[in-house]
């Protein structure tokens, strides 16, 4: 698809692009995997179908409005695209690593989704008129095997999405809208197709962005960084019960079909996994880039926390100064906003929130989860990126959290200290209560940023990227 290919300089989005005849396919190793999964897929997912099929009452979840779903006999021919790109993504893999990643997203998704297939059986209740030409031929070819079972999730939205997502950092600029527009062509061809309901797609989505969740293309998986943060029991404690109450709502509101009853899945799965960020998983839940944005997966399953997270954030703050400046151009505040003055005011922005994303050119991201105490290493690299920012660019630097009162005051102190701007981790918190004086400073964060200040630094600080364009120069 294209011959340039899109090279990641971080977990997963953006990147350089280098031509394909620099790449080395592991075609042999991905041709394996391909004899291995495509039997599997078969077989799997056909016995599910004909499992469905044999019991004595199988139900449908459809809505009034898709009546008027219209037939678009055409639209099989993307639907039955998405098998050639299935081959050609355990082809095309460009690394050992790639590949296995990849072959894990779809051994998840063939397990989940055939899990649930068998757990509540679905089927597809609207009768499909026959049809003649090139567009029968494929219907019929697609009867042979598919029975109208195996609803939600569905399972080519699912595959959909770990595809998209595999293709669309594998070609350039010119050949990434044909990857958009054929890959929304396959996802409503669910619908065209008279395949799957509407409840299908979204359940699908979320399936897919968790197989994306659990086995990123780069970067480490999430439970590789267990318990690399802390943990914190009763916050993993009181949103796991978020989520368990949401289910309860859903589960009793259920019995209507309702799309409120449906949408309360979405907020009590991204609940869980914030208690499994605090329970021991840490920021990586969120998988944030250096970049300030987080990973696809990531954005899709914890949009309900973090647009929470982002009101929260701006009721605590709405009357207060945006930023304060704390000494030597060095300011302390909230995560700007693109539309806010503080987006454009600072070149150079130290972001150390995990839960929401910074759209900024000249941002560091150090994710650190709220209201869990950062481990000194942590301060340390964070008040690192900070000295590099003050010696590479001059101007004004802004160091922001949610609210700017506790994570990024943290890293403010630790830098103070370590610069020789105060003497002392007392003087610098006088320094910082005068300018800002809603910081929150706990006995056990003040605890952290004192052995922040005694480690010895692992990198020199002019060495540490302090812009996009660098961070790009390093990969």
């Not at 840490?282 to 926390?305: D, E, N, T």
């Not at 590099?388 to 001059?394: L, S, T, V």
């Not at 994570?407 to 610069?419: D, E, F, G």
């Amino acid at each position: 698809m294209g011959h340039l290919h899109r090279v990641d300089g971080g977990a997963g989005e953006g990147g350089q692009l280098r031509p394909l005849d620099q790449l080395a396919p592991v075609w042999r190793p991905g041709l394996l995997a391909l004899l291995v999964l495509a039997p599997l897929f078969f077989i799997s997912y056909g016995a599910a179908n004909h499992w469905s099929a044999s019991q004595a009452h199988v139900g449908s979840i459809v809505f009034a409005w898709e009546a008027h779903i219209p037939l678009l006999p055409w639209t099989i021919l993307p639907y039955w695209s998405i098998d050639l790109f299935y081959g050609l993504s355990l082809l095309l893999a460009d690394s050992a690593a790639v590949l296995r990643r990849q072959v894990g997203r779809l051994l998840t998704a063939q397990a989940l989704c055939v899990a649930c297939f068998y757990i509540w059986p679905l089927r597809f209740s609207t009768a499909r008129p026959a049809l003649s030409g090139w567009e029968g031929q494929l219907f019929d070819a697609l009867a042979g095997f598919d029975l109208p079972y195996n609803q939600a999730p569905s399972l080519h939205i699912v595959l959909l999405m770990i595809l998209w997502d595999f293709y669309r950092r594998r070609v350039g600029a010119w050949a990434l809208m044909l990857v958009h527009a054929w890959s929304a062509l396959i996802g409503i061809s669910v619908l065209t197709t008279y395949q799957h309901h509407a409840i299908d797609v979204p359940t699908g989505i979320l399936a897919g962005a968790l197989c994306m969740w659990l086995w990123p293309l780069d970067g480490p998986t999430p439970w590789q960084r267990w318990r690399q943060d802390g943990v914190r029991h009763d916050l993993a404690l009181c949103y796991a019960l978020a989520a368990v109450l949401l289910s309860v709502g859903a589960v009793a509101l259920g019995a209507s079909w309702s799309p409120v009853a449906w949408g309360l899945w979405w907020p009590a799965a991204a609940m869980l996994m914030v208690a499994l960020a605090y329970a021991g998983l840490g920021h990586g839940v969120f998988q944030k880039q250096v970049s300030g944005r987080h990973a696809i997966a990531a954005r899709i399953l914890l949009a309900p926390y973090r647009w929470m997270a982002w009101f929260n954030a701006r009721c605590w703050t709405w009357r207060l100064p945006a930023s304060v400046e704390v000494c030597d151009g060095v300011w302390l505040g909230r995560l700007p906003l693109p539309w806010e003055r503080d987006h454009t005011h600072f070149e150079q922005v130290l972001d150390v929130t995990a839960e929401l994303a910074c759209a900024h050119a000249g941002v560091v991201s150090v994710p650190m989860l709220d209201l869990l105490v950062p481990l000194p290493s942590r301060l340390h690299e964070a008040a690192g990126h900070l000295m590099a920012c003050r010696g590479n660019r001059p101007g004004p630097v802004l160091v922001c959290c949610a609210l700017g009162f506790s994570r990024s005051a943290a890293v403010v102190l630790t830098w103070l200290c370590l610069s020789g701007r105060a003497r002392s981790l007392d003087q610098a918190v006088a320094m910082l209560r005068q300018k800002r004086p809603q910081v929150v400073l706990s006995a056990a964060l003040l605890s952290a940023v004192d052995a922040a200040i005694s480690l010895q630094p692992s990198v020199a600080y002019h060495d540490l990227p302090t812009s996009n364009a660098l961070k790009g120069a390093r990969a």
